[in-house]
């Protein structure tokens, strides 16, 4: 025997118009909130954006701070005389008023000094100048290079621009600062920059918390 079947009884349109007008009234209050938290998601971003802000400078300071009294105790009094030492015994090695023969054996044992005294330093004080990667065929690329100031100790990056160091890498023993002196101001290939180590402590006490070195606006020769 058939079943009868029942046929759903279509909803009038007074009905459809007052569900129109909740699921209107529902969305408005779904408005209302997602702008009520978009404000407090505005609020909290400030509020965020000023703690990073806060976090950096502190991060900036204790930088700053550590870089300086690393400064102030990287270099021993022992060290300090051996190298003031070797400065003087370099310097009368170029004087002319010694002989010629003189001159020779003394530069000889400058050479020698000078190994040992980079045997012995630390290496606390490093200038590094940045290499460039060449994207064209007719160009090559250059690796970085670092040099102790201290002892003038120096060492080409093992990549090229990438700063990969064995002896002046950034561990913590060795305060690493960018040189953007201009070329003009930079010793020529195979000289070398003796400073006085209080002129370096300064230089790099005021450079601490900063990746580059802050120059003094007139360089006295030292």
Known sequence: MAQA???KKPETTAVLEKRLGALKQLREMGQGQMA???EEIAELNKLLAAAERADRTFEYQIAETANRIFVRGAVTPAFA??????IE???HSR???ITVAKQKALREEVEKDKLALQGLCTHPFVFSYDGQRSYSSYED???GHRVC????FSEISAGAPEDIYKILAEDGTHLVLRDLREKKNLPKPF?????TLEFLQELFEKSAGDRNVTWPAVIIEL
Do not use: L, M, P, Y
């Open 5 to 7: 079947t029942t046929t």
């Open 36 to 38: 009520g938290r978009r």
């Open 81 to 86: 005389a051996a190298r003031k030492a070797f």
């Open 89 to 91: 015994k370099s310097e």
């Open 95 to 97: 004087s002319d008023r």
């Open 141 to 143: 690329s250059q690796s």
């Open 149 to 152: 100031t201290v002892c003038n």
């Open 191 to 195: 000289e070398e920059e003796w400073f």
